[in-house]
């Protein structure tokens, strides 16, 4: 990384972290409860001496020592810099809710209606600076990093270990008030409002990240060690053909026909076990969860690990894309070939326009069924059921990693209608774009 880089990541981070106090400070100001995390300084802050950012500084300093507590002596010394720079990293957003709570003064909403206006700006505000925080990508601000910690110590998934960090720091603040105020103060419906729709706003506002990447000159999948040695030995100019489909629209078939007449590879199956070699995920695991999210995909999202990038998160879900991502752009740098599915359509969106083929198989309801059950030989009690709710996993699955809507023509090079033509028509039209592109790709050697 380079020291411009590595400048703009830091101002960046630090744009962040002013937003993500200014954005604790309206949600305090709006008088419906402040967010989990700011609970229990601001109830200290309302009946000992010191100020809400004061109080929030010495909170993060003890998180740090917990931190430390929690983790082994090797892990310490490894991770030294990540825990020093939570120091400054303290200082600057304890400071900064004071200045913003300051800089507020005059914000005082009355009736309820502006109060939860106020609120939900302030939700907002919070979201879009977890979402710089994270494309900033040079460290976490200390709660969350302690969150991170207590999950690896006890080995619990990130979302469960989040939620009860919560609800415990509420805990303490309400008990706080009560035997310090007499009353309930600070913890009201607004905390359980941003503790809810904070993560769906990062989920919405991630895609939109990616208009920092120019200015900070990275690529939104950069390679890892190994994925830049295995580059060496790529093919100089490898197309690859990626095929997104509906469930029963002979999507596989087609690519195997399809790889067959082109005489490359085709990838399907064939992942899983490529995946499990390179991960600590076993084939069955990934069998039963790739290409597919939680039933209740709103938990999900809420459960969410947002305030560090995808490729270090600790939700098993986010993992297990992370390294079939890995996998697939791996196997794009070495040879020219067909990947069925798995988002590889938007992992492999970064290459040149004349090395990415992307399609999209679809297919009427009635042929759909008619596949299903004589050649996939689909046995469920009813079949149209199961096929749209494997649609729908594939769906939310995609829309939840790429922010892309799955099926749209425009993000495709053709569309298939596999209910309308036979496969080896369908094929041959593939095979004709294919070698039009292969003829591009000589032209640009």
């Known amino acids: 990384m380079s020291s411009k880089e590595t400048f703009r990541r830091y101002l960046l981070f630090l744009g962040a972290i002013f937003v993500n106090s200014f954005s604790i400070a309206v949600i305090t100001k709006a008088l419906l409860g402040t967010s989990p995390i700011s609970s229990v300084p601001y109830v200290l802050s309302l009946f000992a001496h010191l100020t809400m950012g004061q109080y929030t500084i010495l909170m993060n300093l003890v998180f740090i020592l917990l931190e430390m507590v929690l983790m082994k002596r090797n892990e310490i010394k490894e991770k030294k810099y990540e825990l020093l720079i939570q120091v400054p990293i303290t200082l600057c957003f304890g400071s900064f809710i004071d200045v913003s709570m300051n800089i507020l003064y005059w914000l005082a909403p009355v009736h309820y209606l502006t109060q939860v206006f106020t609120l939900l700006v302030g939700c907002f505000l919070l979201a879009l600076g977890i979402g710089l925080e994270v494309k900033a990508n040079v460290a976490m601000v200390t709660g969350e990093y302690l ?5 690896k110590f006890i080995r619990k998934e990130f979302g469960f270990v989040k ?14 008030s009560v035997i310090f105020l007499g009353r309930l103060e600070g913890v009201r419906e607004g905390t359980v409002i941003a503790a809810l729709i904070v993560g769906p706003i990062v989920h919405f506002l991630n895609p939109y990240m990616n208009i920092f990447n120019g200015w900070l000159n990275v690529s939104p999948w950069p390679a890892t060690g190994a994925e830049a040695a295995d580059g060496a030995h790529a093919v100089p100019h490898p197309l690859v053909i990626t095929i997104t489909r509906e469930y029963g629209s002979g999507g596989r078939q087609l690519g195997q026909m399809l790889a067959k007449q082109l005489g490359i590879n085709s990838y399907d199956k064939e992942l899983i076990s490529m995946v499990a070699s390179e991960s600590n995920f076993s084939e069955k695991y990934i069998t039963q969860n790739e290409q597919s999210m939680s039933s209740n995909y709103l938990l999900n999202i809420i459960l969410q690990d947002y305030e560090s990038p995808i490729e270090r998160s600790l939700s098993s879900a986010d993992a297990l894309f992370v390294s079939q991502s890995r996998v ?14 798995r988002c590889s359509d938007y992992i492999l969106k970064d290459l040149p326009g004349s090395s990415l083929i992307r399609i999209f198989c679809y297919c009427d309801k009635a042929s759909a069924l008619k596949r299903c059950v004589e050649e996939y030989k689909l046995q469920a009690e009813n079949p149209q059921a199961e096929i749209e709710r494997i649609n729908k996993a594939r769906i939310t699955h995609y829309q939840h990693y790429t922010g892309q809507k799955w099926g749209d023509p425009h993000q495709y090079d053709l569309t298939i209608n596999t209910g309308s033509m036979d496969m080896q028509t369908a094929c041959n039209l593939i095979s004709q774009l294919y070698r039009s592109k292969l003829s591009q790709h000589d032209a640009e050697r």
């Open 328 to 341: 697939i752009r791996k196997i794009a740098r070495k040879e020219s070939c067909v990947i069925i599915g």
């Open 147 to 151: 969150v991170q910690v207590i999950s």
């Open 163 to 176: 939620v009860c960090f919560d609800v415990t720091l509420v805990s303490i603040a309400c008990i706080l």
